[in-house]
């Protein structure tokens, strides 16, 4: 939970009191009206067993519109990615994405026992939100995305080479004692292996305050990274010139002409055929060079959901083939030494792409990945 301010409740609200989210969302609604505003953000969908973007209610019920709408205010942030896997999408859901498999942790944390994939991924949330807002009128599943950890200790290691084990996110070169990377691997076992460091929340707000950074999450103006300190932005509209991203002041441009992340796009002009993207990304000043940029699109038609991954920026000149599908960037990784160089990819890609499939009868959520070459 954030609150907007430096002021809270006396004690928190705990699954002591209930287990069941929406009486979680009853006390943030009973704040709200104190003027205390807060949200919640939820967390390890992958290992959810599918609870966490389902089709029903905590008591079994269909979801319903209040359901739908209490839930879009109370939890517009979702965590997409953390040390126990990440909860972007599974093989399973997207055979089609070759990076489907990218940290996948899907057993439940209690027993092990493998977690259903259905209902425990975002972008499979973000189509059931379009399925439910058309059959109740409201989208449970409208939200942003952010990286965390959950090292339960306050600490946020997101750098894989400080990275030594899950337990309490310690950090062997900083612990300063030997025994206690030791233990750390002692009492990990195996997850030393199936666990990686923490993921980063991104919040591009106007100023570096509690109320500002609060205001970016409420919007959705935000976006998360597997541990690196890269960049990006992505804005949608009706009208970019495809040359926007050459010029200097073309942040302010964007805004002005459309809606940048988070955003529902403006209503569709009668003369826009499709609309169009902007995409950019800086890579993390001491990380990996950037490999491509790709935009996900979810959408529904009749009822059925349908996802596909465009690839609209890549480094080193690469072009799609005529399936849409990149070479792979390459790889500079020793493996005997565990190095490797910046000598390919690009410091940074920007693009405006059009959908070129687009169907204004179809809703659809379009969301931006970036890619980092191999390290």
Do not use: C
Request: proline letters at 5%; charged letters at 25%.
């Amino acid at each position: 939970m954030i609150f907007r301010g430096a002021k809270a409740p006396e004690l928190p609200f705990s699954s002591v009191e209930s287990k069941d989210p929406e009486d979680l969302w009853t006390y943030l609604e009973s704040l709200r009206k104190q003027g205390l505003d807060s949200l919640a953000i939820p967390h390890n969908q992958n290992a959810s067993n599918g609870l966490m973007y389902d089709w029903i209610d905590s008591k079994g019920q269909l979801i319903d519109e209040t359901y739908a709408a209490r839930r879009a205010l109370n939890e517009p942030v979702s965590e997409i990615t953390q040390n126990k896997g990440t909860s972007e999408t599974h093989p399973a859901l997207s055979p089609n994405d070759e990076l489907a498999s990218f940290e996948i942790f899907d057993y439940l944390l209690a027993a092990p026992q493998k977690s259903k994939v259905h209902g425990s991924y975002v972008r499979e949330a973000y189509a059931r939100g379009l399925v439910l807002e058309e059959r109740t009128g409201a989208n449970p599943y409208k939200f942003g995305v952010i990286g965390s950890t959950d090292f339960h200790s306050g600490t946020s290691t997101s750098s894989e080479e400080a990275y030594g084990g899950n337990l309490d996110g310690i950090d062997p070169k900083a612990s300063g004692s030997a025994a206690a990377s030791d233990r750390t691997a002692d009492l990990l076992g195996s997850q030393r292996v199936l666990f990686g460091s923490g993921g980063l929340a991104g919040v591009w707000a106007e100023q570096n305050t509690r109320e500002a950074i609060y205001d970016a999450l409420r919007r959705k103006e935000v976006f998360a990274t597997s541990g690196t300190r890269l960049k990006f932005r992505f804005f949608g509209g009706w009208s970019y010139g495809r040359g926007l991203v050459d010029g200097g002041d073309w942040v302010k441009v964007a805004y002005a002409q459309g809606v940048p992340m988070g955003s529902d796009l403006p209503a569709r002009p009668g003369a826009a055929k499709a609309p169009r993207f902007v995409a950019w990304a800086v890579k993390d000043a001491d990380g990996a060079n950037l490999d491509r940029l790709q935009v996900v699109k979810v959408w529904v038609k009749g009822q059925k959901h349908h996802e596909k991954v465009f690839e609209v920026a890549q480094s080193g000149g690469r072009k799609p083939d005529a399936s849409g599908k990149v070479r792979p960037v390459g790889s500079t990784v020793d493996l005997e030494t565990a190095t490797y160089t910046n000598d390919i990819g690009a410091v940074e890609l920007a693009t405006v792409w059009e959908d070129p499939e687009f169907d204004p009868a179809s809703p659809a959520v379009y969301y931006l990945r970036v890619v980092e070459i191999p390290t």
